[in-house]
């Protein structure tokens, strides 16, 4: 079972984005100062759509082909990119709390 040690391990926000790709994260965070509360966490919905989405794409190619195209190992790389970046960015505007996250019981009601 997957089970989270912390709150860095859901989008490697401590070291990982930061480290590995930080102009993103400097152009996000330009771009957040401009959006409101709603703007940012629409942003991050769609960039973790598109990372689930380059994610589904490269598999579909690994299971068609035996492995997957060079474009599609890149836009998933890039996609990840993305939405740990948007993860960052929501977290230091205060709209991912870990303790609601991890206070969660898993219910959708």
């Not at 330009?30 to 490269?58: C, F, K, N, P």
């Not at 035996?66 to 996609?79: K, N, Q, T």
């Not at 929501?90 to 303790?99: C, F, G, K, R, Y």
């Amino acid at each position: 079972m997957f089970t989270l040690t912390s709150f860095d391990d859901i989008a490697g926000i401590a070291d990982g984005i930061e480290t590995t790709n930080p102009c993103m994260v400097e152009r996000i965070r330009r771009a957040a100062d401009s959006l409101g509360r709603h703007e940012i966490a629409a942003r991050l919905g769609q960039a973790i759509t598109e990372a689930t989405d380059a994610a589904h794409a490269r598999d579909f190619e690994q299971a068609q082909f035996g492995e997957a195209s060079a474009d599609a190992i890149v836009d998933c790389e890039y996609y990840d990119d993305l939405a740990a970046a948007w993860s960052l960015v929501a977290s230091e505007h205060q709209l991912i709390i870990p303790h609601s996250i991890f206070a969660h019981d898993g219910s959708v009601h």
